[in-house]
């Protein structure tokens, strides 16, 4: 009986392991849910957006500068939001945060991306904005965390807003 119990152990543990999205491969992966398409970084991971029944949110997600799911809150990220034909994203204002003032157009992946920097609960954001068709975008950076540091020009996270697709 001992022996089953390792082997169920080991299997779970491997489970485990397999179920947790991020890349570790040492390269830039695609990640695709089948509603978003991105471009993850090596060294960087998804996070998955879930409602409160515990079920992914298909249109919401981030990908993170960290590949330790501890350290995911207080690491830099890209926050994602889309929206296709049959759904359209409630406009975020700057009457929800601190210390606001608007960005230059960011134009980046075959979209014009428009917004504005502010503080949310103390951290530093950088939202924006686009419309490509029938298809909306909403991205947000969070650039200057505990754990590390993101810009604008940084070549992930240019990958990481160029791959950008929704379907």
Same mark, same amino acid.
């Given at each position: 009986?001992?022996?089953?119990?390792? +082997?169920?152990?080991i299997?779970?543990?491997l489970?485990m392991? *397999?179920?947790?999205?991020?890349?570790?491969?040492? @390269?830039?992966?695609? !990640?695709?849910?089948?509603? +978003?398409?991105?471009?993850?970084?090596?060294?960087?991971?998804? /996070?998955?957006s879930? %409602? &409160? %029944?515990?079920?992914?949110?298909?249109?919401?997600?981030?990908?993170? @500068?960290?590949?330790? #799911?501890?350290?995911?809150?207080?690491?830099?990220?890209?926050? +994602? &939001? /889309?929206?296709?034909?049959?759904?359209?994203? /409630?406009?975020?204002?700057?009457?929800?945060?601190?210390?606001?003032?608007?960005?230059?157009?960011?134009?980046?992946?075959? #979209?014009?991306?428009? =917004?504005?920097?502010?503080? &949310?609960?103390?951290?530093?954001?950088? !939202? /924006?904005?686009?419309?490509? =068709?029938? #298809?909306? !975008?909403?991205?947000?950076?969070?650039?200057?965390? #505990? %754990? =590390?540091? +993101?810009? *604008?020009?940084?070549?992930?996270? @240019?990958?990481?807003?160029? &791959? *950008?697709?929704? @379907?």
């Amino acid at each position: 009986m001992n022996k089953y119990k390792k +082997i169920t152990v080991i299997l779970l543990v491997l489970l485990m392991a *397999l179920s947790v999205v991020g890349c570790s491969s040492g @390269k830039s992966e695609v !990640y695709d849910n089948g509603v +978003i398409s991105v471009t993850v970084p090596k060294g960087w991971m998804v /996070y998955e957006s879930k %409602n &409160s %029944n515990n079920e992914v949110v298909k249109t919401n997600l981030s990908v993170v @500068k960290t590949t330790d #799911k501890s350290k995911i809150m207080d690491s830099p990220m890209v926050t +994602i &939001s /889309y929206a296709g034909a049959d759904k359209t994203l /409630y406009p975020v204002t700057k009457d929800f945060y601190e210390d606001t003032e608007d960005l230059a157009v960011w134009e980046i992946g075959g #979209k014009k991306f428009e =917004g504005f920097k502010g503080t &949310s609960f103390g951290a530093e954001m950088l !939202y /924006y904005f686009a419309v490509d =068709g029938d #298809k909306e !975008y909403q991205v947000v950076v969070w650039p200057n965390m #505990k %754990n =590390g540091t +993101i810009s *604008l020009e940084d070549e992930d996270v @240019k990958t990481i807003v160029e &791959s *950008l697709t929704g @379907k």
